[in-house]
């Protein structure tokens, strides 16, 4: 009776490991509508380049190039045009993992956006712990909070300096990085109107803010 019960629970394990979903299945069931530049097909042949060892590009339906250059298990990077990319990151939960989608629009300074799933697809109203440093609405107070979020004044610089440097950081905008490796997330201020040496100057008052995933939610570190 032993052995019967050790059988079964042998057979079960492969199947169970194999309901499993990984990144490359995620890719395949996203929904046309949340990357209009890639249908099945078109996100299915980037899939067979990586297994084919080969640079993972095709023509998009915009006749644009759209690249994947990173595939793991649980996560995935694609320029899907010259001023656009896709990060998606599968995050453990309790119940039903969670996708996170961070889309990066550049022009040439980069703005990213934050959106969560379910592994059906099914959109998530929850910021999971990333009040503050997700899509703004466009009010003078969030973009406040923000410039107030990622930037620290040094003590060697005085309080007036401090506040003409953020005065050079118009309009607001902050991207996002999602680490291929562990369940990370970065958050950082895009510069997009300074000369050069007004950023080397913006250097000394910039702050990144990172992210980890713990018990089904980001927290900073």
Same mark, same amino acid.
């Given at each position: 009776?032993?052995?019967?019960?050790?059988?079964?629970?042998?057979?079960?394990?492969?199947?169970? #490991?194999?309901?499993?979903?990984?990144?490359?299945?995620?890719?395949?069931?996203?929904?046309?509508?949340?990357?209009?530049?890639?249908?099945?097909?078109?996100?299915?042949?980037?899939?067979?380049?990586?297994?084919?060892? =080969?640079?993972?590009?095709?023509?998009?339906?915009?006749?644009?190039?759209?690249?994947?250059?990173?595939?793991? $298990?649980?996560?995935?990077? =694609?320029?899907?045009?010259?001023?656009?990319?896709?990060?998606?990151?599968?995050?453990? $939960?309790?119940?039903?993992?969670?996708?996170?989608?961070?889309?990066?629009?550049?022009? @040439?300074?980069?703005?990213?956006?934050?959106?969560?799933?379910?592994?059906?697809?099914? @959109?998530?109203?929850?910021?999971?712990?990333?009040?503050?440093?997700? =899509?703004?609405?466009?009010?003078?107070?969030?973009?406040?909070?923000?410039?107030? #979020?990622?930037?620290?004044? @040094?003590?060697?610089?005085?309080?007036?300096r401090f506040q003409e440097l953020k005065k050079l950081i118009d309009p607001v905008m902050v991207s996002a990085s999602l680490s291929p490796v562990h369940p990370e997330i970065t958050f950082s201020l895009s510069i997009p109107v300074a000369t050069a040496e007004e950023k080397q100057q913006l250097s000394a008052i910039l702050v990144q803010r990172k992210y980890k995933w713990e018990g089904g939610r980001f927290n900073k570190?």
């Amino acid at each position: 009776m032993k052995k019967l019960a050790f059988i079964l629970i042998a057979l079960c394990v492969p199947a169970l #490991a194999g309901a499993q979903l990984s990144m490359r299945d995620l890719w395949l069931s996203m929904p046309d509508s949340l990357c209009t530049c890639l249908d099945r097909n078109l996100r299915t042949e980037l899939l067979d380049f990586v297994d084919m060892g =080969v640079k993972a590009e095709v023509k998009n339906r915009m006749n644009g190039q759209s690249t994947m250059d990173t595939l793991t $298990a649980d996560y995935t990077r =694609v320029h899907l045009s010259e001023s656009s990319a896709i990060q998606l990151k599968l995050l453990p $939960a309790q119940a039903d993992s969670v996708v996170c989608m961070v889309r990066t629009f550049s022009a @040439p300074a980069s703005e990213s956006f934050v959106s969560f799933f379910s592994t059906s697809w099914q @959109p998530i109203a929850s910021d999971f712990g990333l009040s503050g440093v997700g =899509v703004m609405q466009g009010t003078d107070a969030e973009a406040s909070a923000l410039l107030d #979020a990622f930037t620290e004044r @040094p003590d060697t610089m005085s309080e007036s300096r401090f506040q003409e440097l953020k005065k050079l950081i118009d309009p607001v905008m902050v991207s996002a990085s999602l680490s291929p490796v562990h369940p990370e997330i970065t958050f950082s201020l895009s510069i997009p109107v300074a000369t050069a040496e007004e950023k080397q100057q913006l250097s000394a008052i910039l702050v990144q803010r990172k992210y980890k995933w713990e018990g089904g939610r980001f927290n900073k570190y």
